[in-house]
């Protein structure tokens, strides 16, 4: 194990795996612990163990009692506070990193998609940096829930979303903010963002009254409002904050 303290850089990299990977897979033989070790030249106990560290900071772990890795160091908390009040930032800062130390593209890193991108210039950088951004959002929300739907329970990542709770375009702090997603199947995703459905600060569901207004045919029934006052199944980490759900329920939900 290498003796040197870690980075900010290292420590930039590592928390956004932490984000990347499901909690309980945060182990030495998980190839994404394995794949940083090697970029970081240490072993994947080190850096399973440092990721650890970064889960006895995170609030929703805490709440289920669970303590992660103690002994961190004061550099993991001021890392994990700078994420926290600037996910555009930091998200994008470290998939930058990642690109320079493997060599390659950041589109590839992060296997955005490259259709229609400009082709080169301010723009491009722009639109590369939004759907960056947008990559490590989906990435992080996915696994906070297991990549399962947070109302079905469906597990199948081709048909799921990573739903902002207040829209893209009406809060641009925290548009990268893992704690405004909620993990969706694309129908209730596209409920959700009409206000036809939305989550109670309680983290219940609640499905419009509007939905009424067309006929209640079976489909109806299974896709909807059998869930309604049902409870979300909760993700292992950044649960979706209170205020935003409260927005949500009233500036959105109909």
């Not at 409002?225 to 205020?243: H, M, N, V």
Request: proline content about 5%; some cysteine.
């Amino acid at each position: 194990m290498s003796s040197n303290k870690w980075t900010r850089e290292e420590l930039i990299l590592a928390f956004s795996l932490y984000c990347k990977i499901p909690f309980g897979t945060i182990h030495i033989r998980n190839p994404h612990v394995i794949a940083l070790a090697k970029i970081l030249k240490r072993t994947p106990s080190a850096v399973s163990w440092k990721l650890a560290n970064f889960a006895r900071l995170d609030p929703s772990l805490q709440n289920r009692n669970i303590a992660g890795a103690s002994h961190g160091s004061k550099l993991d908390i001021e890392v994990w506070e700078e994420f926290n009040h600037n996910w555009g930032k930091l998200s994008f800062e470290s998939e930058k990193l990642l690109a320079q130390k493997t060599g390659k593209p950041i589109e590839d890193i992060t296997e955005i998609e490259t259709t229609n991108l400009p082709k080169a210039g301010k723009e491009r950088e722009t639109v590369v940096k939004i759907r960056v951004n947008q990559s490590f959002f989906r990435k992080a929300v996915l696994a906070a829930y297991n990549s399962k739907c947070c109302i079905t329970g469906l597990g199948i990542p081709e048909l799921l979303n990573a739903s902002h709770i207040v829209p893209w375009s009406k809060d641009e702090n925290n548009r990268i903010n893992p704690r405004n997603g909620l993990c969706l199947n694309a129908i209730h995703d596209r409920a959700f963002d009409r206000g036809l459905l939305t989550i109670t600060p309680e983290f219940k569901i609640k499905i419009s009254r509007s939905i009424k207004r067309y006929a209640v045919t079976d489909a109806v029934q299974d896709f909807l409002l059998r869930y309604d006052g049902s409870e979300i199944k909760l993700p292992t980490r950044f649960l979706p904050d209170i205020a935003f759900l409260t927005y949500h329920n009233k500036n959105i939900f109909i």
